[in-house]
Structure formats: C-alpha cells, structure tokens
C-alpha cells in the first residue's frame, strides 16, 4: 500500500513527498508555491524564474534553488531549458484538500 500523501499550502501543513517519504515545507517554499499556483491561475500560463525572482527580491540562483527543492519535494516539475514549462504535480494541486 502505497503511503498516503498529507499536504496542504494554505491551511499551514506544509508536507510533501519524496521517495515516498514526507517532506516538509519551508515558509518561504510554500510563499513560491502559492505564488506559482496564483500566476498560473492568473494568466494562464507559469511564471519564468525570473519572475519568480523578482516576486521574493532573490537572485535569479535563489529562485531557482527554491523551485529545485519544491520539484525534489514532488510539488513541481518543469521541462529544462525551456521557458514558463513549471507545471504544478498532483501533489500540490490536491494538498489544500487533503486532510492531517
């Protein structure tokens, strides 16, 4: 049986999978996953790094390092080399349903 996956963004349980295991989330990587999902939302398509750089005032390599963790953590995945290919994983789109 595979184990249950509990998460949550809005409602502060901050968990992911990895490896099958769970995987907390920082305050600040739950900031950067709101802010993909609402962008996403918004206008339909995924912000850049950049963008999401200029959201939080990081370094474009800061940015890039939180969405490294968000992916290594299940909660997103992107194409490489390609520009706005950040695509929220099932994880992350089922967490605020999911129960503790």
Do not use: N
């Not at 890039?64 to 929220?88: D, M, N, S, Y």
């Amino acid at each position: 049986m595979a184990p249950r996956l509990v998460a949550g963004i809005r409602e502060g349980v901050r968990y992911g999978m990895e490896g099958g295991q769970v995987q907390a989330l920082t305050d600040r990587q739950r900031e950067v996953l709101i802010f993909i999902r609402e962008f996403v939302d918004y206008y339909h398509y995924a912000p850049t790094v950049r963008e999401v750089a200029r959201r939080f005032d990081f370094q474009v390599s800061a940015a890039r390092q939180h969405l490294l963790a968000l992916r290594r953590k299940g909660f997103l995945e992107w194409e490489p080399c390609k520009a706005r290919t950040i695509v929220l994983t099932r994880a992350s789109t089922q967490s605020e349903f999911a129960t503790v």
